[in-house]
Structure formats: C-alpha cells, structure tokens
C-alpha cells in the first residue's frame, strides 16, 4: 500500500523557515555563552598576552592596544586629588568596660615567694625562671631574622626601607609589654601577649640608619613586680651609593659599622597609676581585604587608674608602605577603668594593594602611647570584560547573564513553532481530497 503524501501549505514553510532561523540563533547564542566563558577578551586575558583585542568597525585603525592601554581603558585612572583620602569613615563606636581589667598596682609591695610567681607565669613553663627577650624581626621585604644573644643584629638597607614588625616572647602570663625605642618621636608602644606569651609589634616609622636601642618591659596585668626588661641594640645599614654618585675614588670598606645615630638607650617605663595601655587589631569584614572592602580598628584601651573618669586624645592613622597618610581621624573619649573603640572604615577602589600600617595613638598630658599593626590589601580579583564594536566594554557575568536570558527564550519560542508546525501537519492531513484516482493508485480499489 503506498503511502499518501501530504502536501506543504505556504504557511508551513514559512513557519519551518523561522523555526530553522530560531536553531541557527539558538547555537549561535550556545557558542556565544561557551566563547564569552573561555576566551574572554579584555582585562584578564591582557594581563596573560600582554594585548586588549578591539573588534573595529571598516577603516578605523585596528591595531591592538598595550597592557597599560587596556588597563586604561578597562579601568581608568583615578584623578589625582582624589588618591590623597583612601578610606572613609563610616561609624565609630565607644563601648565601656570591656577591655582587660588591669590591676597591676593592687598587690602590696613585699616580697614574692618562687611559689607565688609560679601564679603568674604561663603554666607550660612555671619551671624556668622569667624570661622576656625578642625572638625575630622581619619586614614585607625582610626575611626573618633571628635575634640571638651573642650577636649584633644588622638589619639590610634595602629590606629596611619600610616597616620593621618585632616578635617576642616572655613566659609571663598574658603579659603587658611596653616599649620605648630611640626614634624621632618620643613615644611609649604598647601590646599585649598572647596566653603563650607570644607579641609581635610594628614599628610606626621608617627607621633612619645606624643604631637603634629597643627597650621592652614585659609586666603580669596583675602584680607590677612580676616584670622583666629586655634591652636590644640593633643597626640599620645606610643604602650605598650607586654609581653615579661617587666621586673620586671607592672608599674602602670599614672594619667597623659607622655611628650615623648615636646608640641612646631609653629607660624602661616608670610604672605609676597615669599609664594607659592599648591593644590595635585590623579586623576584616570579610575572608581577605581588597580595594573597596570594610574594615574594622578595634582598640582596646585600659587605665592603671580605674577609679578616675578622664577624657583622652585618640588619634587613627594609616599609612602605606611608603609613609603617605591614607587615613587620619581624632577623637576625644572618656575612659574610666577601660574600654573598647571600635571605628569601622570603607576603603575606596582606587587604592592600592600592598602593605599598610595602621595606628592608634593615645595622649594625655604630653605622653604618647600608641599601639600599631601592619596589615595587607590583596589585589581584587579582576572582573573580566567583552569588548564590542564601538569600544562598548561589558562585563563578563552581565554578557553570560544576557545570553542565558537570550538562550531561555529562543528556546521557548523554537518549543512554539514546533507546536504551530505539528498543528499545520495535522490540519493538512484533515484537509487533504482523496479522490478515486488516488484510490486507484494505492491499491485499495481494483
């Protein structure tokens, strides 16, 4: 029996035309989103072939853009004036009372019995006597070096031309270190030792060649006569000249490091009920700090006087590694016993990633007692961009996300002109006129 052939409408072939016109965009928009996510021109594959490819229209110059162009083009370059305030201050908060309570003063003056100082020494090592020293110094540039007894240290010109950061120890439970260094500024540092008697603190300043004395007291927060001094005498060493400076002929090399400052050793702190203490922690808002971020400086500030309200100067800096101020801000708070200033900041997008120290500084009747930690803005990570005709720059998410859109509904519209191609067939085949010739020919008449 042959098979009857159902003839094409016009309008069959027309809405098979569209349907095959809605495949055709249907892979091409397919091939889009695969090729947008793979090879994606712009920022972030400039920064692997050096190259921005520019889709140009006829007789415009094509030629490729540099890295640099295509970093300008993608992300332009802030103004000048607007690189000097690079966070902005969004709320700060005052909460009394909850910083360490301190009381070193409290316990009479009298001798300490060897089983009464064992109270106040970290538990794992009750058995050695007391101990304060400084362990290592480093910087972003510098290798940790280790500080031994017997050996002067001598910090490299070209690692110290930044911030230097110490790291101690002492065996004194939750001990309170203070510092005092000889440095341009005159100024009292203090931080707080960890339940293992670690610290580590970062050196507010850039520190000029030549020696330097460091004078560390570590102290229990709890009886002022369980402390301990450490004295370290370190040398900075002065750039050497490059070539064009020298004249005449090369000096010799010194058997000795020159006195570029003069080795002043500062005394230890002279403890009395007027000290205040500080504690400065960076906090992140999220898992890493990058341009555009928030971040948090939680001061913890406690007063060896706890029964007099007083009113303090608190001053907040950050700097770069570079020394430039990003970030300056002073208040006035009111401190009886302690308290906890925490001032939460916005960094702009523009600044730049590297190492930066931030600082808090207390004062109050002259003495300055500050406490700093350097912490680190990671590169953001680089939003990639399609470049189109006209130099339209779009970025990568928004083009996927556009696609998918365009996919989601040329998908819907090829799924209706299936069903308007299944509905004409049909109604071809009820249309259709057998006639007896053509019931001739399939065989079901004789």
């Given at each position: 029996m042959a098979k009857i052939k159902v003839p094409k409408s016009k309008r069959y072939k027309r809405i098979r035309a569209v349907a095959l016109l809605n495949v055709l965009l249907l892979v091409f928009n397919i091939f889009s989103f695969f090729w947008i996510s793979g090879l994606v021109v712009g920022q972030s594959l400039a920064a692997e072939i050096g190259v921005c490819l520019v889709v140009c229209e006829q007789g415009e110059n094509c030629n490729n853009l540099t890295e640099q162009e295509c970093e300008d083009l993608v992300n332009p370059p802030a103004p000048e004036e607007e690189e000097e305030e690079q966070a902005e201050e969004e709320e700060t908060t005052v909460v009394p009372g909850t910083g360490p309570q301190f009381s070193p003063l409290s316990t009479p003056e009298g001798l300490i019995t060897p089983e009464q100082i064992k109270n106040y020494l970290v538990p794992t090592e009750v058995t050695t006597p007391i101990y304060n020293r400084i362990e290592k110094v480093y910087s972003p540039e510098l290798s940790p070096i280790t500080v031994t007894a017997d050996q002067r240290l001598v910090i490299p010109a070209a690692s110290a031309s930044t911030y230097l950061t110490f790291g101690g120890k002492t065996n004194i439970k939750n001990a309170i270190i203070i510092i005092t260094l000889t440095s341009p500024e005159y100024f009292y540092a203090t931080v707080y030792a960890n339940n293992n008697g670690n610290w580590s603190w970062t050196v507010p300043q850039i520190l000029l060649p030549g020696f330097h004395n460091?004078?560390?007291?570590?102290?229990?927060?709890?009886?002022?006569?369980?402390?301990?001094?450490?004295?370290l005498e370190f040398y900075i060493e002065a750039p050497k000249p490059t070539d064009t400076e020298i004249v005449g002929p090369i000096p010799a090399e010194p058997s000795e490091l020159p006195e570029i400052l003069p080795p002043i050793e500062l005394p230890p702190i002279e403890i009395t009920k007027d000290i205040y203490t500080?504690?400065?922690?960076?906090?992140?808002?999220?898992?890493?700090?990058?341009?555009?971020?928030?971040?948090?400086?939680?001061?913890?500030?406690t007063s060896f006087d706890p029964t007099t309200q007083k009113d303090v100067n608190l001053e907040f800096t950050i700097r770069d590694q570079n020394g430039k101020?990003?970030?300056?801000?002073?208040?006035?708070?009111?401190?009886?016993?302690?308290?906890?200033?925490?001032?939460?900041?916005?960094?702009?997008?523009?600044?730049?990633?590297?190492?930066?120290?931030?600082?808090?500084?207390l004062t109050k009747?002259?003495?300055?007692?500050?406490?700093?930690?350097?912490?680190?803005?990671?590169?953001?990570?680089?939003?990639?961009?399609?470049?189109?005709?006209?130099?339209?720059?779009?970025?990568?998410?928004?083009?996927?996300?556009?696609?998918?859109?365009?996919?989601?509904?040329?998908?819907?519209?090829?799924?209706?002109?299936?069903?308007?191609?299944?509905?004409?067939?049909?109604?071809?085949?009820h249309e259709i006129q057998i006639t007896g010739q053509d019931l001739l020919q399939s065989g079901q008449v004789g």
């Open positions: 460091l004078t560390v007291l570590a102290m229990s927060p709890s009886n002022a006569q369980i402390r301990e001094v450490y004295t500080l504690n400065l922690e960076v906090v992140a808002e999220g898992e890493t700090i990058q341009p555009g971020s928030e971040i948090s400086l939680v001061t913890d500030i101020l990003i970030f300056e801000d002073l208040d006035i708070v009111s401190i009886k016993d302690s308290a906890s200033v925490i001032k939460r900041l916005s960094l702009l997008k523009t600044i730049k990633p590297g190492d930066y120290l931030a600082t808090a500084k009747d002259g003495v300055t007692y500050l406490n700093s930690v350097s912490f680190i803005i990671q590169e953001a990570e680089k939003e990639a961009f399609v470049l189109l005709p006209g130099r339209i720059i779009i970025p990568q998410d928004e083009a996927q996300r556009g696609l998918f859109i365009s996919f989601s509904f040329l998908s819907l519209l090829l799924i209706f002109f299936l069903i308007l191609l299944w509905r004409e067939y049909q109604k071809a085949k």
